[in-house]
């Protein structure tokens, strides 16, 4: 019987990563500065609307950051950028849903009776609405007769 003799491998020495990290500062910077234009882009596109949160809350003041906070920075725009477009898209909806509500109203309003809609519930500023409601008052609605009716904007300011 032949014995295998083992051989001992020499020591390996440590594996050292050198990381550039001058390169590495660069590109997280270059990718915040992306995300802090698309998220402005984000915010410029929907600005009549109200009710979205728009906030950017600040850093603690001027101070360079290393590594580890620039990539925290980057991932909570990157966060951000993502809830911000999501709130976008659904308020976006619930508009075309009230456009596509107002549509139906005019066609037939006496299906929608005392149903109210806003500008604002459409994405538009200002204080109109759409409403449906008798014409003629009681004799209307008696007989059956509705209207859609755009209110000419926002109520007189009261006296004092």
């Known amino acids: 019987m032949e014995l295998l003799e083992h051989r001992r491998a020499p020591a390996l020495e440590p594996f050292v990563v050198e990381i550039d990290e001058r390169a590495?500062?660069?590109?997280?910077?270059?990718?915040?500065?992306r995300l802090e234009r698309e998220l402005a882009h984000t915010f410029a596109g929907a600005y009549p609307r109200t009710g979205l949160e728009w906030a950017v809350p600040g850093m603690a003041g001027p101070r360079l950051l290393h590594l580890g906070e620039l990539e925290r920075v980057r991932d909570d725009l990157a966060a951000r950028l993502r809830q911000a477009r999501g709130d976008l898209?659904?308020?976006?909806?619930r508009e075309?849903?009230?456009?596509?509500?107002?549509?139906r109203m005019m066609l037939d309003p006496a299906a929608y009776k005392r149903v109210r809609v806003s500008r604002e519930d459409i994405g538009e500023r200002g204080c109109g609405h759409?409403?449906?409601?008798?014409?003629?008052?009681?004799l209307g609605m008696l007989m059956g007769w509705w209207q859609v009716k755009l209110s000419s904007g926002c109520p007189l300011a009261e006296g004092r």
């Open 24 to 33: 590495a500062r660069r590109s997280l910077r270059e990718q915040i500065a």
């Open 89 to 93: 898209a659904e308020r976006t909806d």
């Open 96 to 103: 075309e849903e009230c456009r596509r509500l107002i549509e």
């Open 130 to 138: 759409w409403h449906v409601r008798p014409r003629l008052g009681i």
